[in-house]
């Protein structure tokens, strides 16, 4: 906005065709910044899910490996 005023104000322009411009300045980047941002929301939200779900198969998986390992045994810690 402040870009178009500084324009505006160079050029000689009337404040309410400025003011008119900058507003609609501001609309345009609301939705490049609304797109932008769902995104990019997109993008972590399912990088974190990716993460969260790889790390949680590698426990089920290490859980399994010492439940095989471990059957029949009394569970008591050796000295």
Known sequence: ????????AMNGELAADVAQ?????????LGIGAITGAIADYLVRDAVESLYRK???WYRDEV??????????TNEPEI
């Not at 411009?21 to 980047?29: G, K, S």
């Not at 399994?64 to 045994?73: F, H, I």
């Open 55 to 57: 790390r949680v198969q």
């Open 21 to 29: 411009e900058a507003i609609a300045t501001l609309i345009v980047f």
């Open 1 to 8: 906005m402040g870009l178009v005023v500084l324009r505006g």
């Open 64 to 73: 399994a490996k010492l439940d095989a390992g471990t059957e029949g045994s």
